[in-house]
């Protein structure tokens, strides 16, 4: 090992999560793992989790999973290290090893087909509509061999408003229910009495067992492909030691699948140990601000330092703000998950994407900070929007730690939608969420991408068609902005204007927004980002038929970045998303 795993809280790691990481190291040297076998098998995690996810994807009920993609799935040893994901989304990815060790912590043994759900964001967990699966997988023999996870973002689970991200949340009782860690499937039996607790605290409780049992699925699925990769694992370390002793080849000791599994950990430390020492020792430092919590505080800082020594990174944000009355306090599997992919995207990024990249990862926080928050605080925007700015900040440090290697910044927001109401055509309720993309920032390498999801989302937009199947809304419009992206000598991506009309009374929607005060910076001398815009067009403003621009624009009634509103039929919710900053002088 180069240095220790990740600290939390400003500490270092303890004397055991060394040991443990050192042991884990070791054990891959011992092993001998050949360069072919430990590519097969990385590749084949890494083929389990893109199944599991397809799994989900096919088999969830809301179109949030389904079209959007809003889930992720990963593979962990027996040690509840992560040794492969699905490229899906980095602030579910980089933060579930925490929820696999909260998993362990409360049921140290876990027995054959149980499953422990999981939401609580200080239990390792992001913010609360995110629902966290993880399951023992044990061979035929009982030993374990590792654990399935996937996480989930459930359209609702209650609280103050529909979507579970009330913008006017001070403490996270209003943003829904929270779980922490429990058995929710127990010797492959699905407790019925905790599911219909679970049904009994959202607004939408058909979408809700649909997603969840899909989820069940995906951690069964790669369950039994981990179990078959051991199985074939244990047949070529048959035939190798075979063919050792006949003479035919060196051989050497191997602990099959489990000492595979360590030396891909071994070797994304050694790759990104070996990245960071082609660059210079050095320390940066940056900082940036959230347009406000959604309750009263503007201009919350995030303020980082990240330096680079002898093939190790530390990301100190202990200089940014306390946390706020409002819901943009961010977890610290939030913080953790938005430095790791802050290293990789600026230092590796295509090194293989697993705990072995931590071990060269020390993250400082205050505790009680906006981005090491404590309960009771508010968490549902910072799990998607403060990770964000989290990455903007610690990008612009690498900036100045490496050469060409970071460019201007992109949009910064998941630009939240969410609405709820009755739906006229079948008495049921809805609710809806979705992010909305926007500019990427443009480098040193060409253009930023327009309309396009950046940094830590990794969703897709709801297809129209989906959309307007599912609820009662209507795309009105769809399109880019042009002239969004930031001018320079290469242009910013641009953003997206989306229009929805309402099409029955009585909708509660929200809005959970940056970049509408402060624009994403430009870099290298280009031009900042347009910034976004909310507003909502009234229908009772606006006759039916009028198709004056100018009738129609001062109808319009401008919104705030964080906002609850009531709609009613024929209303219509305007969402501009910002542009990526520019490169280099025009």
């Known amino acids: ?9 400003g500490d270092e790691a303890t004397a055991a999560e060394v040991a443990e990481a050192r042991e884990a190291a070791e054990a891959a040297e011992a092993a001998e793992v050949d360069p072919i076998t430990l590519e097969v098998v990385r590749n084949a995690l890494v083929g389990i989790a893109e199944e599991a996810g397809a799994a989900l994807r096919r088999t969830a009920y809301s179109p949030n999973i389904k079209e959007r993609a809003d889930c992720s799935t990963a593979v962990f040893d027996a040690g509840g290290r992560m040794v492969a994901q699905a490229e899906h989304i980095p602030v579910h990815l980089g933060s579930m090893p925490l929820s696999v060790t909260a998993a362990r912590d409360a049921f140290p043994a876990l027995d054959p087909g149980d499953q422990v759900l999981l939401s609580d964001p200080y239990a390792g967990g992001t913010h609360l509509p995110d629902w966290t699966l993880v399951a023992p997988v044990h061979d035929e023999d009982g030993v374990l061999l590792g654990y399935a996870a996937n996480r989930a973002h459930h359209s609702d689970v209650g609280g ?7 913008t006017g949340a001070v403490d996270i009782v209003a943003e829904g229910l929270r779980i922490p860690p429990v058995r929710l499937v127990v010797a492959g039996e699905e407790q019925r009495d905790l599911v219909a607790l679970l049904l009994a605290n959202t607004r939408t409780p058909d979408e809700r067992l649909g997603d969840l049992r899909a989820q069940l699925g995906a951690n069964h699925l790669a ?16 035939s190798a030691a075979d063919r050792s002793a006949a003479g035919s080849t060196p051989g050497g000791p191997s602990d099959g699948l489990a000492a595979a599994m360590a030396a891909t950990l071994d070797h994304a430390e050694r790759t990104v ?27 919350i800082a995030i303020r980082a330092s990240v330096t680079i020594a002898d093939g190790h990174v530390t990301c100190d944000l202990t200089g940014s703000d306390a946390q706020v009355p409002g819901n943009v306090n961010c977890p610290l599997a939030v913080t953790l998950s938005a430095a790791v992919y802050a290293l990789r995207a600026a230092i590796a990024p295509d090194v293989p994407a697993n705990d072995g990249l931590r071990r060269v990862l020390t993250l400082r926080t205050e505790p009680g900070g906006v981005v090491d928050a404590r309960p009771p605080a508010a968490v549902a925007a910072g799990n998607v929007e403060t990770s964000q700015r989290i990455v903007d900040v610690l990008l612009a440090c690498f900036a100045q730690l490496t050469e060409d290697r970071v460019g201007a910044a992109s949009q910064g927001t998941m630009n939240n939608t969410l609405l709820g109401g009755t739906d006229p055509r079948t008495g049921a309720t809805f609710t809806y969420y979705e992010t909305l993309a926007g500019g990427t920032g443009a480098g040193p390498w060409g253009p930023g ?9 990794n969703t ?9 199947l599912a609820y009662p809304l209507r795309v009105v419009e769809y399109a880019l902005r042009p002239g969004s992206g930031g001018q320079g000598r290469h242009r910013g991506g641009a953003g997206l204007r989306r229009v929805l009309e309402v099409l029955t009374d009585d909708v509660t929607a929200s809005l959970v927004t940056e970049r509408r005060r402060h624009a994403p910076p430009g870099a290298a001398g280009g031009d900042d980002g347009a910034r976004g815009r909310n507003a909502v067009r009234r229908a009772a403003r606006m006759p039916e038929g009028t198709e004056d621009a100018e009738a129609a624009e001062a109808a319009e009634e401008e919104l705030p970045p964080k906002t609850t509103v009531r709609l009613t039929a024929g209303d219509r919710l305007i969402v501009e998303t910002p542009g990526g900053g520019g490169y280099g002088p025009v």
Do not use: C, K, W, Y
């Open 1 to 9: 090992m180069t240095g220790p795993p990740t600290g939390s809280s």
């Open 160 to 166: 103050a408003a529909p979507g579970s991200m009330p």
């Open 223 to 238: 369950a039994r492909r981990l179990r078959e990769l051991a199985a074939a694992q244990r047949t070529a370390d048959r």
């Open 273 to 299: 140990t070996a990245a960071l020492r082609r660059l210079p020792d050095g320390v940066a430092h940056a900082e940036d601000v959230l347009d406000d919590d959604g309750a009263g505080t503007r201009d």
């Open 449 to 457: 991408a327009d309309g396009t999801h950046s940094h830590m989302t």
């Open 460 to 468: 897709r937009n709801t297809p129209i068609e989906a959309f307007e």
